[in-house]
Every structure is written in C-alpha cells, then in structure tokens.
C-alpha cells in the first residue's frame, strides 16, 4: 500500500501565511537587537572608557544561549511553538523596556546594560530553537529552500541597517530612544507570530491497495546524519564570531586605518551577503545540497585567505566572501532542517547553537593568540584551515548517504538518526 501525502488546502493556505509572516518578524528582531548591543556597547565603553568592559557585555549575551539552549530546545519539542516565540518576544519587550526605566530613574549604565543584555540573551536562547521549530512545523519541505533563502535575506538587512544607523542615532538622540525602539519591535514581532495562527490539522492519510511481491525483503528507512548536519551548519558561526574579532585588530593594527573603514568593510559584506541570498534560488537550481553547501564555504575561505594581503584586498573580496557566504550557510540550514524531525526539531537546533558557540569561543581564544603570538594574517589562514578541513571531512562523509537518499522513492519513510 501507499501513503497519499498531498498536503490539505489548509496546511497549504497555512504555509503560506506563515511565510509571508516570518520573514518580516525576522527582520525587525534582528534589527532590533542589532539596535541594543551596539547603543548598549557604546554605552558601556563611555560608561568604563575600556576595551575589556565591551568585551565582557559580548560574554554576557554569549553565555546563556551556550547554556540554555540545548535545555530550551527540548522544552520547544514538548511545547506549543507558537506561543513559546510569542512568550519570548513579549519578555524580551518588557526586558529591553526596562534598560531605559533603570536610565531614567539614575542608575548605573554599565550594570544595567550588563543585567538587560544578558536577560535578552537568555530569552533569545528559547526564541531560537523556537522559531526554527516554528518554521519547519509550519512551512512545506519543498518551500523550505526558498523560505531560509527570504528569511536569511531579511534577518542580515536588518542587521545591516541597525547596524549602519545605530551610532548615528546614538550620536543624535542617545542610547535610549534606541532601547525603546528595541522593546516595540520585540512587541510587533510578537504580533506577527501571533497571528500565524494555530497549527492546522493534519490532512486524514489515504491508503492506497498495491500490489506488493510478498518474497521481497522489506526496505529500512533512511537514516538522516543529523550530527554531521549539525556541524556543517554549525562551521559557519565558527567563522563569523572569529572573523568578527580578528577582522577588527587587521583594519585597525595591521592595516593601520581608522574605524571607518570597518563600517565600509561591514556594509559591502552585508551587501554581498544579501545578494547572495537572493541569488539562492537559482543557484540552487544548478547546484544543490551538499554540493552547494560545500562549494559555498569553500568559496568563502578563498576569498577570507585573500582578505589580510592588503585593506584593497580586503575591500574587493570581502562582498564575494558574503556571496559565498550565503550559498552556503542557506543550503547548509536548509539540509539540516529538511532532515530534522518535526518532533525534534528545537533540540536539533538548540543543540546546533550551543556547538556552534562553544566552537567559536575556543577558535576565537585561540586564534586570537595565534595572532597576537605572531601576525594578524596568521589567524585568518588558520582560520580557513581550520573551517576548510571541517567542511571537507564532513562532505566525504555526508556525500555517500546523501547521494543515496536522493536515488530513494519519494514516498520513502525517512527516519532520524544521531550518526
């Protein structure tokens, strides 16, 4: 017999809504904390007027999600997914409020910025095995390229652009407004996700008689390499939270510019990132999955070995590093989210996001020593030998399972594995 897998006019017309509905609340949350670390960073330094007291505002927003997430992604497979984002979103609001209230009424800048930041972390570590959850619950398999590829896109513009503004409008209206924007946006996403609306229900299976020859042996059912998965797409926050440290002491040490050329060096990597993501989808036409997921990151660490030779250098590759960059990471997301189980979706990328973290903390301190030990330059090659070798160890040993789902029935089971 066989299963009819048609999804229902609902879960269609659901599906669709969803997507027109996370995309834009993805973009104003990653603006929004965009928005908070860089007005709270900058308060912090005039605060302490110390390099060290910014960097421990950035462990304090790191620490939580390496430790909550795993635990907050096994409450998101047993939870309403929905209202879980919802939940956040609405303490994050009155946490973010709070920052300017504890301003206002004369208290220390530092200490609440340290207090407020790290809460935001906290509940960031429930929204995002929460939304990602959401996301595969709610969007059809076979949209699921196209979504990430839409979302992706957003998330970075929004960053982008708070990014950009943020210390202009620090300069011109303070730390707080900024705050304040923080807490509605943290609202109106909460809004967008609340109205998605309730999961629909799933469409009654339709059997179907088939002849089947009763000597034949009976097919096992796929095996998803979710750990593998996990560390493809973990590999890519390796490299951003590294090269976001060493990036800085090149322009600033090696180069010997000023600070404006990290907001030019920022600006064309998020150009070159978004046009990447738009790009996705017809590039995914022509090379797809692992392949593309692969050649992605590879294109990326070429162009980052190039990077430190000299600040044109860095200018001319640094918008193709974030092409590159977005082949692979979409197509990396989009293969570990196809392969996770819906019931197990918010552990599967909790626990992605703690790897990915943990992993970029222990390269960052070491690459950092590497660089302070010798040159700059060294870290960001030991940086590409090191992403490099991850990314082609797990292709030759993702390449062969993978190939082998591809060749498999569509109406195949698929089942999840922790190999």
Same mark, same amino acid.
């Given at each position: 017999?066989?299963?009819?897998? @048609?999804?229902?006019?609902?879960?269609?017309?659901?599906?669709?809504?969803?997507?027109?509905?996370?995309?834009?609340?993805? $973009? #104003?949350?990653?603006?929004?904390?965009? $928005?908070?670390?860089?007005?709270?960073?900058?308060?912090?330094?005039?605060?302490?007027?110390?390099?060290?007291?910014?960097?421990?505002?950035? #462990?304090?927003?790191?620490?939580?999600?390496?430790?909550?997430?795993?635990?907050?992604?096994?409450?998101?497979?047993?939870?309403?997914?929905?209202?879980?984002?919802?939940?956040?979103?609405?303490?994050?609001?009155?946490?973010?409020?709070?920052?300017?209230?504890?301003?206002?009424?004369?208290?220390?800048?530092?200490?609440?910025?340290?207090?407020?930041?790290?809460?935001?972390?906290?509940?960031?570590?429930?929204?995002?095995?929460?939304?990602?959850?959401?996301?595969?619950?709610?969007?059809?398999?076979?949209?699921?390229?196209?979504?990430?590829?839409?979302?992706?896109?957003?998330?970075? %513009?929004?960053?982008?652009?708070?990014?950009?503004?943020?210390?202009?409008?620090?300069?011109?209206?303070?730390?707080?407004?900024?705050?304040?924007?923080?807490?509605?946006?943290?609202?109106?996403?909460?809004?967008?996700?609340?109205?998605?609306?309730?999961?629909?229900?799933?469409? *009654?299976?339709?059997?179907?008689?088939?002849?089947?020859?009763?000597?034949?042996?009976?097919?096992?059912?796929?095996?998803?390499?979710?750990?593998?998965?996990?560390?493809?797409?973990?590999?890519?926050? #390796?490299?951003?939270?590294? %090269?976001?440290?060493?990036? @800085?002491? =090149?322009?600033?040490?090696?180069?010997?510019?000023?600070?404006?050329? #990290?907001?030019?060096?920022?600006?064309?990597?998020?150009?070159? $990132?978004?046009?990447?993501?738009?790009?996705?989808?017809?590039?995914?036409?022509?090379?797809?999955?692992?392949?593309?997921?692969?050649?992605?990151?590879?294109?990326?660490?070429?162009?980052?070995?190039?990077?430190?030779?000299?600040?044109?250098?860095?200018?001319?590759?640094? *918008?193709?590093?974030? $092409?590159?960059?977005?082949?692979?990471?979409?197509?990396?997301? @989009?293969?570990?989210?196809?392969?996770?189980?819906?019931?197990?979706?918010?552990?599967?990328?909790?626990?992605?996001?703690?790897?990915?973290?943990?992993?970029?903390?222990?390269? @960052?301190?070491?690459?950092?020593? =590497?660089?302070?030990?010798?040159?700059?330059?060294?870290?960001?090659?030991?940086?590409?030998?090191?992403?490099?070798?991850?990314?082609?160890?797990?292709?030759?040993? =993702?390449?062969?399972?993978?190939?082998?789902?591809?060749?498999?029935?569509?109406?195949?089971?698929?089942?999840?594995?922790?190999?």
């Amino acid at each position: 017999m066989s299963l009819d897998s @048609t999804p229902s006019t609902d879960a269609v017309r659901s599906s669709r809504l969803a997507e027109r509905l996370l995309v834009p609340a993805g $973009f #104003i949350t990653t603006a929004g904390n965009a $928005f908070q670390i860089t007005a709270a960073a900058i308060l912090v330094f005039h605060a302490e007027q110390t390099t060290l007291a910014v960097g421990w505002l950035f #462990i304090a927003v790191s620490i939580p999600q390496v430790a909550l997430a795993v635990l907050f992604g096994k409450l998101v497979d047993k939870v309403d997914r929905r209202m879980l984002c919802v939940a956040a979103d609405l303490v994050s609001a009155m946490t973010a409020f709070a920052l300017p209230v504890w301003l206002w009424i004369g208290g220390p800048a530092n200490l609440g910025s340290y207090i407020a930041n790290f809460m935001l972390a906290c509940t960031a570590a429930l929204f995002m095995p929460a939304s990602n959850g959401l996301i595969k619950e709610r969007i059809r398999d076979e949209r699921l390229g196209k979504f990430n590829s839409h979302f992706e896109m957003a998330s970075n %513009a929004g960053m982008l652009l708070a990014s950009s503004l943020a210390g202009f409008l620090v300069i011109w209206f303070g730390a707080t407004p900024l705050f304040v924007f923080n807490s509605l946006s943290f609202v109106l996403s909460a809004v967008l996700v609340y109205a998605i609306g309730r999961k629909p229900a799933k469409a *009654p299976v339709v059997e179907e008689a088939v002849a089947t020859d009763p000597s034949a042996p009976a097919e096992a059912p796929v095996r998803q390499p979710i750990k593998r998965l996990a560390l493809l797409y973990a590999n890519g926050n #390796i490299g951003l939270m590294v %090269a976001n440290v060493i990036l @800085t002491t =090149l322009i600033l040490q090696t180069f010997n510019q000023g600070a404006w050329m #990290i907001g030019v060096v920022d600006a064309l990597a998020g150009v070159g $990132f978004i046009v990447g993501a738009a790009a996705y989808g017809k590039v995914s036409k022509r090379v797809k999955g692992i392949h593309l997921a692969v050649l992605g990151t590879l294109g990326n660490l070429i162009c980052l070995a190039i990077q430190p030779l000299h600040y044109i250098a860095l200018m001319a590759a640094i *918008p193709f590093a974030g $092409f590159c960059f977005a082949q692979g990471r979409i197509a990396a997301r @989009t293969l570990l989210m196809r392969a996770s189980p819906e019931e197990r979706v918010g552990r599967i990328f909790g626990s992605t996001q703690a790897l990915g973290l943990g992993l970029g903390v222990g390269a @960052t301190v070491g690459l950092s020593a =590497l660089a302070d030990a010798s040159t700059v330059p060294y870290a960001f090659w030991g940086l590409a030998i090191l992403q490099g070798a991850i990314v082609i160890g797990t292709y030759f040993s =993702l390449a062969k399972p993978l190939s082998a789902q591809e060749k498999k029935r569509p109406a195949e089971v698929l089942e999840a594995t922790a190999a």
